[in-house]
């Protein structure tokens, strides 16, 4: 089946400090999406890309989305502890289902 | 602002008992999802409605795991008999379906914590 490889898997910054995390796929992407799950909490959505090299922002955070649609990636400039979680890339090949596979998912911890 | 609701929020059980989870899709919602995450893994789609029926349960452990959707909006996931390696987060997620393909965004809910003793 598909899967997408999401690296690194645990990263640490210090607050101000910059971060991004990178998800590739083997296979075109119909699209891929991008969730952030809080310690303890459950996965809540943060955007959509569809079109090859496609960029899209929310405030300090730039989703990109490659022009093969293979890979993606999310940057966070100047992080806050706010930043904290875990970030999932989720995957569809297309077809009717529209099912979505996760990555195993970023953990950013920022120290204060 | 609408979600999806999940209950239990925790469970502990013994090896071998039966365990049910529900879910309540956000109203209107079409497509209702079962997610398995493990501690340190992502979610991984156990079971797929469209409506009332599935579309999709091929990582489903059909043996030991059920899950139905009668009338289309709320579901129930079973687990009979329940097995050490089934501790886990079981998360329910919904979205509005296959008439809106370009904005299948998926919803989740709080998620059920189980543990098998």
């Not at chain 1, 809540?44 to 093969?68: C, D, N, P, W, Y």
């Not at chain 2, 999806?4 to 109203?27: G, L, N």
């Not at chain 2, 209702?32 to 797929?48: H, N, S, T």
Request: neutral net charge.
């Amino acid at each position: 089946g598909q899967q997408v490889m999401q690296i690194p898997q645990y990263q640490h910054v210090q607050e101000g400090e910059d971060f991004t995390t990178y998800c590739n796929s083997s296979t075109t992407l119909s699209n891929i999406q991008w969730y952030k799950q809080r310690p303890g909490g459950h996965p809540v959505f943060l955007i959509q890309l569809v079109k090859s090299g496609e960029v899209k922002k929310q405030k300090r955070l730039t989703f990109q989305f490659g022009e093969a649609k293979k890979n993606s990636s999310l940057h966070i400039t100047a992080t806050q502890t706010t930043d904290v979680g875990t970030y999932f890339c989720a995957a569809t090949s297309g077809g009717s289902n529209y099912k979505l596979t996760f990555g195993k998912g970023t953990l950013l911890t920022v120290n204060p | 602002e609408a979600e999806v609701a999940q209950s239990p929020r925790y469970k502990i059980t013994e090896k071998s008992q039966a365990v049910a989870f529900w879910c309540d899709p956000i109203s209107g919602h079409a497509t209702l999802y079962w997610y398995r995450q493990i501690l340190g893994q992502g979610p991984e789609l156990l079971v797929q409605f469209q409506d009332e029926s599935v579309v999709d349960d091929s990582q489903l452990p059909k043996d030991r795991f059920s899950a139905e959707r009668l009338k289309g909006v709320d579901s129930t996931l079973k687990i009979q008999p329940a097995e050490l390696g089934d501790s886990a987060m079981y998360l329910c997620a919904s979205s509005l379906g296959y008439r809106f393909r370009e904005e299948e965004t998926q919803y989740f809910g709080p998620g059920t914590r189980l543990l098998v003793l």
